[in-house]
């Protein structure tokens, strides 16, 4: 089951080819210690694509990368300082990527004029246990006898007045 318990954690990164692989590595430990195993590969290979173009494209290496988790979502942000990189010219292939194997993404500028791209993946419902209880399982190991038919005559003493009424009904 998923934890429900909002996370978050914050990475600023001076992109290389080589800082790559780790900062990989470093968003693969976390998610696995969020208990997110199954987002591991489209996480981190969405925020290596971005890495990876912005090792490229861009002339400000200095990278931040995000991620939040809601118990539902995991939003990955990764906001690049340079402010001269065109994610709509410079990241066109790797943005198309991002949008095939997310669920939701989309770029925006800071407040000092910096990108940010964003995407997020969604924790399947199929992985989830269900909310409502489930009815106990019988115990097969030992039954209850049913109880014996006792007659009503030897249960009523002719005091009370049982058998007159008794003998009334028949």
Same mark, same amino acid.
């Given at each position: 089951m998923k934890?429900?318990v909002?996370? /978050? /954690? ?6 290389s080819?080589? *800082?790559v692989?780790?900062?990989? *590595?470093?968003? +693969? !430990?976390? #998610?696995?210690?969020?208990d997110?195993?199954? #987002? ?6 969405g @925020?290596? &694509?971005l890495?990876? +173009? ?7 290496? /200095?990278?931040?990368?995000e &991620?939040?988790?809601? $118990? ?7 906001g690049g ?8 010219l410079?990241l066109? $292939?790797?943005?198309t990527?991002? =949008? +095939? &194997? %997310? ?5 925006? =500028? ?12 969604? =924790? ?11 009815a106990?399982?019988?115990?097969? *190991?030992e ?5 014996r038919?006792?007659?009503v005559?030897?249960? @009523? %003493?002719? !005091? %009370? $007045?049982?058998? =007159?009424?008794?003998? @009334?009904? *028949?």
């Amino acid at each position: 089951m998923k934890t429900a318990v909002p996370c /978050y /954690y914050h990475l600023d990164v001076e992109v290389s080819p080589e *800082r790559v692989g780790q900062v990989r *590595r470093i968003l +693969a !430990a976390h #998610l696995r210690f969020w208990d997110l195993e199954d #987002l591991v590969e489209p996480v981190c290979g969405g @925020a290596e &694509m971005l890495l990876k +173009a912005i090792d490229q494209h861009a002339t400000d290496k /200095y990278t931040s990368i995000e &991620m939040w988790w809601n $118990g539902q979502h995991l939003i990955t942000a990764v906001g690049g300082n340079d402010h001269n990189l065109r994610p709509d010219l410079d990241l066109r $292939g790797c943005l198309t990527r991002i =949008a +095939a &194997m %997310s669920d939701g993404w989309g770029c925006c =500028a800071s407040d000092t004029g910096s990108k940010i791209i964003w995407f997020s993946r969604r =924790a399947r419902t199929g992985q989830r246990e269900p909310l409502v209880p489930k009815a106990p399982s019988p115990n097969l *190991r030992e039954g209850l006898q049913t109880p014996r038919e006792v007659p009503v005559t030897a249960v @009523a %003493s002719p !005091a %009370s $007045g049982v058998q =007159a009424v008794l003998e @009334a009904v *028949r």
